[in-house]
């Protein structure tokens, strides 16, 4: 049972670089989610999508894109990357708002 | 908009000491309310709910109580382990159906 799936694990960026984040969940879920943890901020939600077909901003969304490829995948781009944005990833997904979300094992970003 | 304050860590206990890890929001409605934990290297997991007021959540000896007229969800174990050492979140949604965040409140447990 594989829940949420991130990748890659780990990622080392040169600033000004593109790379994709991808998360794909197995539980049929509606709703997904990305987010960031950094050190004392706990984690801040970049973008969410309800349902597929949408997708919303969260609190940090700026520097980033979002595409629900379908109801399986949600995938996060950094079109320049900047060493701000060093970070740790997680995607999650639940059945629906206002029900218990499945957190992936996350991605370490590094921008050097 | 919604948002949630933690207790500050990091939070160092004896093995068997009581836990509370305090937490309270803000919110223009009444959401569903979370704790989730983080262990070392991995992901979050749901720790325990509450989804009205009064409710109260509870997993592996954590408890937590939604208190609809203090806006708070408290995290309460009464005996803690070296293995409850970890990262707590408190978790409510947000009336746009987001999943908001604490800072995280880090304990350690010691022998």
């Known amino acids: 049972n594989a829940g949420v799936t991130q990748t890659p694990k780990f990622q080392v960026l040169k600033t000004g670089q593109s790379m994709t984040l991808q998360c794909a969940q197995d539980m049929n879920h509606n709703s997904m989610y990305w987010y960031r943890q950094d050190p004392g901020m706990g984690l801040r939600l970049i973008y969410y999508s309800a349902s597929e077909g949408t997708t919303d901003k969260g609190e940090v969304p700026n520097g980033y894109n979002v595409s629900r490829l379908n109801k399986r995948e949600f995938s996060l781009r950094l079109e320049s990357a900047a060493p701000s944005q060093t970070s740790v990833y997680f995607c999650a997904s639940s059945r629906e708002g206002y029900t218990e979300a499945f957190f992936g094992q996350g991605t370490r970003l590094t921008v050097v | 908009g919604n948002s949630v304050t933690q207790m500050e860590g990091p939070v160092t206990l004896s093995e068997e000491a009581f836990l509370t890890i305090n937490c309270t929001y803000t919110?223009?409605?009444?959401?569903?309310l979370f704790w989730y934990v983080q262990y070392p290297g991995e992901g979050l997991q749901l720790l325990l709910k509450a989804t009205k007021a009064d409710d109260k959540g509870s997993n592996k000896g954590f408890e937590a109580t939604y208190r609809k007229e203090t806006t708070s969800f408290h995290l309460e174990k009464g005996s803690v382990q070296v293995s409850d050492s970890a990262v707590y979140f408190c978790a409510p949604y947000n009336q746009g159906g987001k999943l908001i965040f604490g800072q995280g409140t880090e304990l350690s447990v010691k022998p």
């Open positions: 919110a223009t409605g009444y959401p569903s």
